[in-house]
Structures are given as structure tokens and as C-alpha cells.
């Protein structure tokens, strides 16, 4: 039995990673093909019928073998647009939560400077009076 894959060895891909879109080169392809009968009058749900197929990916530049496993239309897309509009609530959440942190941040160092330059001032007023 032959599969055609939607990526082959070497392939680039899409992906988003922490509200950023990303080009990933694919170095692991796995395929899932499921075709059972399954067991007659079995309780269980793995003994029932079943059909299914699924393609998954590895990528290089996340590791082969123990790495993020990519499902396509999932977390890995042909192309940077599909990423984009597949992840844009994603995106857009980072984007304000790096948005709301880098606005702490600033005041957290602007509160900073303003007691640096209270201890400069105190250190220059003792060196003033000790010369």
C-alpha cells in the first residue's frame, strides 16, 4: 500500500509558536491508517468498528523522535496565511498579553529610575559633604 502525504521529507511548513508564525522544515512524517471490523457485541469502544486516517509531522527544528508532533490544519499549514488566520484569536491574545506585560515592565523601571536617581542624589549630597 502506497500514501501520498501533504508534506514530503525536507518540506516547509507553518507553524505558531507563542503568537508567532513560523517556517518549520518537516523530518518526520507519521501515518496513522486504522481499518478495523472490529469484534461483534464487544462493550468496548477499541473492539468496536473503525476507519480512520491521519497524517502527522516532526519537525527539525523542534526534534525528531521526542518533539512537538504537528497534525496538518491543526498546528502546521502549507502556507503562512493559512497559519495566520487558523491562529489569529491566538495571536491576538499574545499580542495584548505582551502588550499588558511590556507596559508592567516599563512602569516597573521607570519606578526603578526614579529610586536610582533618589540614591544618586543621596550618594552625591555625602560625597559633597565629606570633601
Not at 505558531?16 to 518549520?24: A, D, I, K, P
Request: net charge negative.
Amino acid at each position: 500500500m502506497k500514501y501520498e502525504t501533504v508534506f514530503n521529507f525536507g518540506d516547509k511548513g507553518w507553524t505558531e509558536v507563542s503568537g508567532f508564525v513560523h517556517q518549520v522544515t518537516i523530518g518526520q512524517i507519521r501515518i496513522e491508517h486504522t481499518k478495523s471490523i472490529g469484534k461483534a457485541g464487544s462493550p468496548f469502544s477499541n473492539f468496536q468498528a473503525k476507519t480512520a486516517y491521519k497524517e502527522s509531522y516532526m519537525c527539525e527544528e523542534t526534534g525528531i523522535d521526542c518533539g512537538t508532533v504537528y497534525m496538518l490544519g491543526e498546528n502546521i499549514f502549507l502556507t503562512s496565511d493559512e497559519c495566520t488566520e487558523a491562529n489569529a484569536e491566538r495571536v491576538s491574545k499574545f499580542a495584548k498579553e505582551k502588550a499588558a506585560f511590556d507596559a508592567e515592565n516599563l512602569d516597573r523601571l521607570l519606578m526603578r529610575q526614579i529610586e536610582l536617581s533618589a540614591e544618586i542624589a543621596v550618594l552625591k549630597k555625602t560625597i559633597l559633604e565629606a570633601t
